[in-house]
């Protein structure tokens, strides 16, 4: 592997352990309130240790960006980008469902009675996750309770 493809290999779990970092840091300040974010971060940098150990010492290549439609992948991180702005604005079930049938969408899947259904279930499962199991606040513009 030359330096080049090292260095690329390096840079994802070195980003991935400063933000486990970061998330600890933060959870700290938070009490009993940033307990799960800290275990998950804690899973994040073990994670990241361990493929910053693989690839020091088996220096192979582990990421690979031949074939990735670049694209693709800008078009989805704009598509976040704009999920993330849209949020409170029109609240979780409406941009989660668009989100959900971008995403879907861009994937390659062109029927609508695919996607729309997909989206509908992956909005509702998220819900009941968040809103319902674990009481965390969304914004809502409509059944809000």
């Known amino acids: 592997m030359n330096n080049k493809q090292l260095m690329i290999e390096l840079v994802m779990p070195v980003a991935f352990m ?6 600890i840091v933060k959870g700290l300040s938070m009490g009993s309130e940033g307990v799960f974010p ?4 804690g899973v994040l940098l073990i994670c990241a240790v361990y493929l910053l150990v693989q690839t ?5 290549v582990v990421v690979k960006l031949e ?3 670049l ?3 800008g078009l989805t991180l704009l598509t976040l980008l704009v999920y993330v702005f849209l949020l409170k604005k029109i609240g979780y079930a409406i941009d ?3 989100l959900c049938a971008l995403v879907i969408r861009s994937l390659g899947y062109k029927k609508f009675h695919v996607i729309v259904p997909c989206s509908v279930i992956a909005v509702a499962v998220t819900f009941v996750i968040f809103k319902v ?5 969304l914004p809502m513009v409509f059944l809000d309770f």
């Open 71 to 73: 694209p693709r992948v």
């Open 38 to 41: 800290i275990m998950c971060a």
């Open 133 to 137: 199991l674990l009481s965390v606040p």
């Open 67 to 69: 074939g990735v439609n």
């Open 18 to 23: 400063l933000m486990a970092a970061y998330v």
């Open 56 to 60: 020091l010492m088996k220096r192979e």
């Open 96 to 98: 989660t469902f668009l």
